[in-house]
């Protein structure tokens, strides 16, 4: 049985996911499965990713539904059989060490539940443009934000901790402040997931999440850490609004990270480690 299954939940994916199912299949730890879920997609998403199915570790599930992310997250998480589960979209690129590096800090420290790591962001042309957090790589901290596309944890955490679907756009950030309390988080400072941060109109995303704020605001009323989180996404929301109005939604956009990177191809962060 492998140590860890990757999962890709896609829908309408075909621009990028070849690049992802790529970099999870050249990564220098090998004992893993990669799973491919498509949420109905309407694209040639399935076609692209069957291109890899001769690999026995690539399992593609496909049941033309449109179910949404967190209810896929959860089914993946009752169905998969390995110790640990990664996540990954379907835009992104690991770094080739990531899964071997998350893997060795769990060997280190088998107390910690969800792990995380840092990222380089990267544009439509796979160049980095920016470093997320100012850490240095051997930073292993807690209390510190978690980037959802670079977790890995162990299924049984998953398992028993869901992600609540009515939380729509933020079920993550909902899942974090629901655990954080009572399990073990950290993050490395080692940049191991080359996060896509492309397009514009952002704050659309922004308001599309407006229904599960409103959902975590009416179920969590009492707590701070809830209203805090929500009542600064609301004000977040209407920032970028206003900033796409005068056309700056780049500048907050940029400034997500600590570190700016002059652009290069991100085929040269990767090439002294490997």
């Given at each position: 049985m492998a140590k860890v299954t990757v999962a890709i939940p896609v829908y309408n994916a075909e621009k990028y996911l070849e690049q992802a199912i790529v970099s999870v299949l050249s990564q220098t730890f090998q004992d893993f499965e990669l799973w491919i879920v498509d949420d109905g997609s309407k694209d040639s998403s399935i076609k692209i990713a069957e291109k890899y199915t001769a690999d026995?570790?690539?399992?593609?599930?496909?049941?033309?539904?449109?179910?949404g992310l967190a209810t896929?997250?959860?089914?993946?998480?009752?169905?998969?059989?390995?110790?640990?589960?990664?996540?990954?979209?379907?835009?992104?690129?690991?770094?080739?060490?990531?899964?071997?590096?998350?893997?060795?800090?769990?060997?280190?420290?088998?107390?910690?539940?969800?792990?995380?790591?840092?990222?380089?962001?990267?544009?439509?042309?796979?160049?980095?443009?920016?470093?997320?957090?100012?850490?240095?790589?051997?930073?292993?901290?807690?209390?510190?934000?978690?980037?959802?596309?670079?977790?890995?944890?162990?299924?049984?955490?998953?398992r028993a901790y869901p992600y609540d679907k009515n939380a729509v756009r933020v079920d993550d950030s909902d899942l974090w402040m629901r655990t954080s309390g009572h399990c073990v988080f950290r993050t490395m400072g080692e940049p191991?997931?080359?996060?896509?941060?492309?397009?514009?109109?952002?704050?659309?995303?922004?308001?599309?999440?407006?229904?599960?704020?409103?959902?975590?605001?009416?179920?969590?009323?009492?707590?701070?850490e809830y209203l805090k989180f929500c009542f600064r996404y609301i004000a977040i929301s209407f920032v970028?609004?206003?900033?796409?109005?005068?056309?700056?939604?780049?500048?907050l956009i940029s400034n997500r990270n600590k570190v700016k990177i002059e652009k290069q191809h991100f085929t040269k962060f990767i090439g002294d480690d490997e």
């Open positions: 026995p570790r690539v399992k593609i599930f496909a049941d033309g539904q449109n179910l896929r997250l959860n089914r993946i998480a009752q169905d998969v059989t390995t110790e640990y589960l990664a996540r990954m979209d379907n835009d992104d690129i690991m770094h080739p060490k990531r899964l071997e590096k998350q893997i060795n800090v769990f060997a280190a420290h088998p107390e910690i539940d969800v792990l995380s790591t840092n990222l380089y962001s990267i544009d439509e042309d796979d160049c980095v443009v920016g470093k997320r957090f100012d850490k240095s790589d051997g930073f292993l901290g807690e209390n510190f934000p978690v980037m959802h596309p670079t977790v890995m944890a162990k299924t049984s955490w998953f191991l997931l080359f996060y896509r941060e492309i397009g514009d109109k952002y704050y659309v995303k922004y308001f599309q999440g407006f229904p599960g704020i409103f959902y975590l605001l009416k179920k969590n009323y009492t707590s701070a970028f609004l206003i900033s796409y109005l005068f056309g700056k939604e780049h500048i």
